[in-house]
């Protein structure tokens, strides 16, 4: 007599509306967890019916390096990659030209270590404002900001690989905006 006095007067389909919006909106969250998360390039779709999101990672992805990391730091040594990340610090590499950007991370990596050579027209590159930015000095004296703390940049470089405190590093880099 219960279920039937429910059905009748719209219970239940007043349920069905409150879990349908519950879970597309559980759906819309975890899509834009995946696209926030995930790394440049990937898809997410949703088939029709049901709460299954599919997500393909980018070619250049494979999705067992999240659960083996040496063997993702043996597939990618040498390899060049685009990646995009917010500025968290500069280490200055002493008695080089060279400067370390370090992006953050979410995770298991303790950093991405960007190592840069620069271009001869600086004659000098360091940091300001207290190490939060990077200036290069032209050959002409004049005084260019490369990047800043927190900026968000789009990098490439030549997989190192792995160092021994856990963070993934590349040589021979450039911005590429």
Not at 27 to 36: D, F, G, K, L, P
Not at 84 to 95: A, L, N, S, T, Y
Not at 152 to 158: A, D, R, S
């Amino acid at each position: 007599m219960a279920i039937a006095d429910f059905l009748a007067t719209g219970g239940y389909d007043h349920h069905l509306r409150r879990m349908r919006r519950f879970y597309a909106e559980q759906v819309q969250r975890m899509t834009e967890a995946i696209c926030r998360n995930f790394p440049e390039g990937t898809k997410v779709t949703r088939p029709s019916g049901g709460q299954v999101l599919w997500v393909e990672l980018p070619e250049s992805i494979d999705s067992l390096d999240y659960a083996d990391p040496r063997a993702a730091d043996l597939r990618y040594r040498q390899k060049v990659f685009h990646l995009q990340g917010r500025v968290e610090r500069f280490d200055e590499k002493p008695f080089v030209r060279r400067f370390a950007v370090v992006l953050e991370t979410q995770g298991r990596l303790e950093g991405v270590v960007w190592e840069f050579l620069f271009r001869e027209e600086f004659k000098a590159v360091f940091t300001t404002e207290a190490g939060r930015a990077l200036v290069g000095v032209t050959t002409s004296g004049r005084k260019v900001r490369l990047m800043e703390v927190g900026e968000v940049v789009l990098l490439k470089g030549k997989c190192s690989g792995r160092q021994s405190r856990g963070a993934v590093a590349f040589s021979q880099c450039e911005r590429v905006r």
